[in-house]
């Protein structure tokens, strides 16, 4: 083989090289903004770039006649018809501080609950302390060391990136601000029920209800359980 056909054959070994290694690095760099809450998974793609001609969320529950608590003195077991969890649902009304449970999209019983410390808004992005809206689910449940029970929601979700980038592309927010996340419903430190009662908005965005409220939810509740969360 002569020299020049030497130097074809290593020039494109090296091109080749070179391509594999910015697709590995491309991909890493990529990896660690998804990790870092900067950008969204790739198989979320279509569904967040559809802006602006996005489907607009419909509201899935109708809230309870009034402002009061409905039916808070009773426990649920007294109340939920059946044991079928797929007919569980949460409304969470900020405005109202009130959750409520539905069963098969019947309002059945009503709990307190507070909110981040800059409770008016929607949640855009981490550390604006506001707690989402919208229409979320229940990815995770688990017993917490701190706050009795914590129903972990799968914020972000699809809309909450679209409104995240909505955000960012209005001047509304930094590029390099995260969306967040961990978002959840738990209870409060022991003692500390008092917080509840007298809605003092604490947590960083999560929803907070009293221990013995959030223990009595967590037997009627699964992975998959949509909470609607209202202004």
Known sequence: MTQEPLKKTYWHRQQILIIFLSLISGSIFYLLLVRLGLIFPLGELPAVLCIPACPP???MHTPPAGNQLLNYDKPLEQ??????????SLLIEKSQHRLTLYDDQKPVKSYPVVFGTNPTGDKRGEGDRRTPEGILQ?????PHPQWSKFLW???PNVQSWRKHFQS?????LGWYIPIGGEVGIHGVPAGADNMISYRQNWTWGCPSLKNQDVDELYQYVQKGTVVEILP
Do not use: C, M, P
């Open 138 to 142: 229940i990815q995770d449940l688990y």
């Open 153 to 155: 929601l799968n914020y």
């Open 79 to 88: 109340l939920v018809t059946g044991n079928n969890q797929q007919k569980i």
């Open 168 to 172: 960012k592309a209005s001047g509304e």
């Open 57 to 59: 969320e419909s509201q």
